[in-house]
């Protein structure tokens, strides 16, 4: 049995030597910006004329790599090759899929630094950020490899005289992976990891944002052992490759974290049943959130503020965890508002390279979609106290804002932004503060601070959100600890990194022997 799980430490960059580390791994990858990538059909490279290219958003004239794109003959060469597979994979003792879990993680503990120096220079994160998401999937490597052997052990069921019952938890077939380009490593590696170490086999299509990121989770997993076809690698547009997989017969399961628009799309289209198909597909739909601290009046301002803006500006606001709204008690607003706007405004902004605090934002349409967001606040009577704008940089740069005077149903209140713009508004006692916290579509992350027992117990009964979370920011989800998904319009609630995720995964089977 493999040793208890516990999470991967986060690099600590305030020590020279890490920090040294890190900038000579960003030197290493900076030789290797610029290469071609094929897909990867059954363990076979194919390349495309047409590419998708994939730029720094930090320094948007750095091109990170070109990926060769799946068209629909390709997706559907993909899918013919992973039904293959799964008919071996699916016979794969799960001893033997976990150990190539557990291979994996050592592999990525080897290239730490060269993960995150990708990601860094991909997406855009700080040191700090990049580190924790490589952890972050290392984390659902050994806690997923842990899950499996947990479910292929005799299960507890009521012993019935004169009959020998068993349960086993056995796959479901070929699974389309579609995650976002937020947790480019993490939530990419865990969604594909949690497939295959239940046996089924995969089609991977990353985000346009970061095929990168899960390129190096190809290389990674070929490397740890796992045969070719489990996994197949192809981007493209999600649109029209994303389509037809996911109308496809043969698709048995759907694992997609990104937005509202897109998940309900999904799950409509694959609600449909398409000839030949026999089967209801499953659709794990982890999506968007408007996510909400609560400021109750006598608590440590500085300490509000801090995991305020943690929250909030933390990767530019690009979480879905990310605090977007605070709702502050009026009685404690003048002085909370006036040390957020004092804190606020010296958070740095700048190229990660350099490990400067807040880095650009994904790409050209997000950067203009949350300027129009702050222009809607404005003539909604939102009050820019910090920020406002375009920041400096060869890149996608947009200062942390800071809007005061929200209304609990304008806009900025309601729609999920997905950058650093953080919503403060004042409710006049914590009843109301309540209420104004459910008063979204959404439901994925919350965080109240109050020094009030009653207060925190009625939280924790009525604030309607999948991670709740009492006197800390609602971000920094720890795998096995804060099992995550949200309610509502914020997903299927899936709990990854939870006890319940392989069982989305994997469908249960009785055998019942008359002795
Ligand atoms: P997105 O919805 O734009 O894209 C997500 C993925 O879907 C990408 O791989 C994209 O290529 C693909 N896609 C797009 N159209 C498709 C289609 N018609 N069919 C199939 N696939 C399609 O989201 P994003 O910008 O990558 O990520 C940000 C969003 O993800 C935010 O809304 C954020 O809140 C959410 N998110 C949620 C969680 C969670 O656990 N709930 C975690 C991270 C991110």
């Not at 430490?9 to 290797?32: C, G, M, W, Y």
């Not at 190539?100 to 993680?105: E, H, R, T, Y």
């Not at 592999?107 to 855009?124: D, F, T």
């Not at 970061?210 to 796992?226: D, Y």
């Amino acid at each position: 049995m493999p040793a208890e799980f516990k999470n991967e430490p986060i690099t600590d960059f305030s020590k020279p030597a890490n920090a040294q580390k890190q900038r000579a791994a960003l030197a290493e990858v900076q030789k290797k910006l610029g290469k071609k990538y094929p897909l990867l059909i059954n363990g076979k490279k194919v390349n495309t004329d047409d590419v998708l290219v994939s730029r720094n958003p930090a320094n948007v004239d750095e091109v990170i790599g070109s990926f060769s794109k799946a068209d629909t003959t390709l997706a559907e060469k993909a899918l013919q090759a992973a039904l293959k597979s799964f008919e071996t994979w699916k016979t794969v003792a799960p001893k033997k899929r976990v150990d190539v879990l557990f291979k994996a993680a050592k592999i990525m503990r080897r290239r730490r630094y060269e993960i995150n120096a990708w990601m860094i220079k991909e997406v855009g994160k700080n040191y700090t950020e990049a580190d924790a998401d490589t952890a972050e999937a290392i984390d659902f490597l050994e806690f997923y490899g842990r899950e499996m052997l947990r479910l292929a052990a005799p299960q507890p069921i009521v012993p019935v005289p004169g009959e020998k019952n068993g349960l086993t938890y056995i796959p479901l077939g070929v699974g389309l992976v579609i995650p976002p380009w937020n947790f480019p490593f993490a939530i990419m590696a865990g969604m594909t990891c949690a497939s295959l170490v239940s046996g089924n086999t995969v089609l991977l299509k990353p985000s346009s944002d970061s095929p990168m990121m899960a390129w190096l989770l190809m290389e990674i997993l070929e490397e740890a052992g796992l045969p070719a076809g489990i996994v197949n690698f192809i981007p493209g547009p999600g649109a029209s490759v994303g389509d037809y997989l996911v109308a496809h017969p043969k698709i048995r399961y759907i694992s997609f974290t990104g937005s509202m628009e897109v998940g309900l799309r999904i799950n409509e289209v694959a609600a449909k049943k398409a000839d030949g198909q026999i089967w209801i597909k499953r659709v794990i739909a982890e999506m968007g959130g408007k996510d909400s601290m609560i400021i109750d009046e006598g608590v440590d301002v500085d300490e509000a503020v801090k995991g305020t803006l943690a929250a909030a500006f933390g990767f530019q606001g690009q979480k879905c965890s990310a605090c977007s709204r605070v709702i502050v008690h009026a009685n404690i607003y003048d002085r909370f508002v006036e040390k957020l706007i004092e804190e606020g405004k010296k958070l740095p902004v700048g190229n990660p390279d350099d490990n400067v605090y807040m880095g650009p934002v994904i790409n050209e349409k997000s950067m203009k979609s949350i300027l129009a967001y702050i222009e809607t606040a404005k003539k909604e009577k939102g009050k820019v106290v910090v920020g406002g704008a375009r920041a400096d940089g060869n890149g996608w740069f947009v200062q942390p804002t800071i809007i005061t005077n929200v209304k609990p149903n304008d806009t900025i209140a309601q729609e999920e932004i997905f950058g650093p713009v953080l919503a403060v508004i004042k409710a006049k006692d914590f009843d109301a503060a309540m209420k104004i916290a459910n008063n979204t579509m959404f439901g994925l992350t919350g965080a109240v601070y109050s020094t009030k027992r009653a207060h925190l117990e009625r939280a924790r009964e009525e604030f309607h959100c999948g991670n709740l979370y009492l006197n800390r920011k609602c971000t920094g989800a720890l795998v096995g600890a804060h099992p995550f998904g949200g309610f509502n319009m914020s997903g299927t609630d899936s709990k990854a990194g939870g006890r319940d995720y392989l069982l989305l995964f994997t469908q249960g089977k009785l055998v019942s022997e008359k002795l």
